[in-house]
């Protein structure tokens, strides 16, 4: 529903190259709703639960390498289907596969270093805002275009 909220996260080269404006901008545009957003440096044991289900394999001490090395833009935006439409926006998880238009396919190349996460269920979705966020973090605020994006 409208009230459906998902996780974006700019990941720490997607910061150092400057792609924050640019990101927030596309979901802007699209029309969802920002509720929360903050610059953290976020700490290995929050990023090895963030990323609990990929444990085993065998890029998971890069990847939280990866994620440790620079701050990272932690967003949370609601609106109609959210979860799935902001998945469709960041592309494929290898940028290789991204097509032009979306984020990954737009700004990178490499599954390593590809700028941008997103939440990929609702459940998921819900667990990871509640692990990057205290609820007082989140914010309800008046959407006055509201009657503009939807019918
Ligand atoms: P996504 O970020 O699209 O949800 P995922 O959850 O499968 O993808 O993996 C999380 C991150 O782990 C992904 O954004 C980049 C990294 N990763 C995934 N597959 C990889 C691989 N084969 N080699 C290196 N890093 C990988
Ligand atoms: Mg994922």
Avoid at 20 to 25: A, F, K, L, M, Y
Avoid at 44 to 55: A, I, V
Avoid at 60 to 89: H, T
Wanted: hydrophobic letters at 40%.
């Amino acid at each position: 529903g409208v009230y459906e909220r998902t996780f974006i996260a700019v990941k720490p080269d997607g910061v150092h190259r400057r792609l924050v404006g640019e990101i927030i901008r596309r979901f802007e545009k699209k029309g969802f709703h920002l509720v929360g957003m903050k610059l953290v440096q976020p700490s290995e044991p929050l990023l090895k639960e963030h990323y609990w289900g990929l444990r085993q394999k065998p890029f998971f001490s890069g990847l939280i390498e990866y994620m440790r090395s620079g701050p990272v833009v932690a967003m949370v935006w609601q609106g109609l289907d959210v979860v799935k439409m902001a998945r469709r926006m960041l592309g494929e998880t290898d940028p290789a596969d991204s097509l032009p238009g979306t984020i990954r396919g737009d700004f990178c190349m490499e599954v390593g270093r590809n700028v941008i996460h997103g939440s990929d269920s609702v459940k998921m979705a819900q667990r990871e805002i509640s692990l990057w966020f205290n609820p007082d973090e989140l914010i309800c605020w008046e959407n006055s275009s509201q009657p503009w994006r939807y019918q």
